[in-house]
Structures are given as C-alpha cells and as structure tokens.
C-alpha cells in the first residue's frame, strides 16, 4: 500500500509540488535580508509618476534626462527592466539613443546601460537598434513559472536558433556581470549546471566567469 502510495504521487508529481513547499518555507525560515549598499533600485510607479505628470510608459526624454542626471555619480551599470521595443516620437527617441551613447565609457569603449529584452520559441521582443547599438548590451528578463503558477527562479542563458547558427541570451544579472568583466564573447557549457563565459582574443582564451546554477 504504501509502494503505490508513493507511485501515485510521484506520477502526480506530488513530490516536486513538496519541494516546492520546502522552497518556500526555507526561505521564510531565512527571512527577508537587506539589499546590498552599492545596489540601488528605482522604481516606475505612482508615488514616480504623480510629480512627472506622466503615465508610464514615459516619455523617452524623461528616461535620457534620468540617465544624464544619474552618469555624474559615476555608477558601474546601469541596468533596464523595460523593453524599449517600439518606436514614439523622433526626437524622443532620438535624445534617448543620444543619452545612451553618451553612456560609453571611453577607456573600455563598453557602454554602462543594459537594455531588457524578452526571449521565447514564439518571440524576440528586443530593444529597437537605434537603443540596442548605443547600450552596453541587453539582457532576458524571462522568468519561470513553477507547476503551482509561482515564480520562484529566471533562467540564466537560452537559446534560439538564427538560420543554421546558434544564438545565446544571458539573463539581465549575468550580462551585467559579464559586462562587469570586461564583456564575454564566448560561452559554453562543462555540464548541465554550469555555464563558463570567457573572452576569446586571437588563439587565446580567458576564462571570465563561471556560475554554477542546480537544476
């Protein structure tokens, strides 16, 4: 009774639901932590909008004069959760592409904005080129929808196929890592947990980070 107890539920995939359970207790047991201090989080919403007079989505003059006002404090990255895939006004736009060229850094010749993009089997939702060629890079903002419709984890890197080649999208946390390092152009794969990026110059190869994540 008790062998097809077990059966029953783990065909129901009864155990993976308990694991999930455990996921989130464990984390509660954890408690809540504070952010780190050189991380800073701004965020689009009412209490933000209500003295702009704005609806998001803003106006794209608003988010260059938020970044030429933000560059003087000299931040490492500055990192977008907002697809800026579709066109508006020219001249918006035009001064929003202008303020993420103003971004590069001139020593490394690496921008220091990353745009999000979104990637699936059924779309590409990326950033329009006019924001893409000025960024720093671009990264997913997919996430992972568990059997209980809960978010608990993003993919890392994905892939989608471009003709007979292989594309590869980093999540927007490694981009931001990679980019942290000089920039990547090169990834592979040791084993199914583990995901190595490295910059390739010539015949030569240098590992630049390597983040191990279970399944």
């Not at 993976?16 to 991380?39: C, H, K, N, W």
């Not at 560059?71 to 001064?95: G, M, N, R, S």
């Not at 000089?182 to 110059?201: A, H």
Request: with cysteine; net charge negative.
């Amino acid at each position: 009774a008790i062998a097809v107890a077990i059966a029953a539920l783990f065909l129901a995939r009864g155990f993976t639901v308990l694991e999930l359970l455990s996921y989130d207790l464990r984390f509660a047991m954890r408690g809540e932590r504070p952010p780190l201090q050189d991380i800073l989080i701004v965020t689009i919403d009412e209490s933000s909008e209500q003295p702009l007079q704005q609806r998001f989505p803003w106006k794209r003059s608003i988010h260059a004069e938020f970044l030429r006002k933000l560059l003087p404090h000299q931040p490492k990255l500055i990192l977008y959760d907002v697809i800026f895939q579709t066109a508006t006004e020219q001249a918006e736009d035009q001064a929003f592409a202008d303020a993420l060229y103003e971004a590069y850094d001139a020593a490394t010749g690496i921008g220091n904005i990353i745009l999000a993009q979104y990637v699936s089997p059924e779309r590409l939702e990326r950033p329009l080129p006019l924001f893409a060629e000025n960024a720093g890079g671009t990264g997913m903002i997919n996430m992972l929808l568990d059997r209980d419709n809960i978010v608990r984890s993003a993919p890392l890197v994905t892939q989608t196929l471009d003709g007979a080649a292989t594309q590869y999208h980093l999540s927007l946390a490694l981009e931001a890592a990679a980019l942290c390092k000089g920039g990547v152009n090169k990834i592979e794969f040791p084993d199914r947990s583990t995901t190595v990026l490295s910059k390739r110059d010539g015949e030569q190869t240098t590992e630049a980070l390597r983040v191990t994540a279970p399944y």
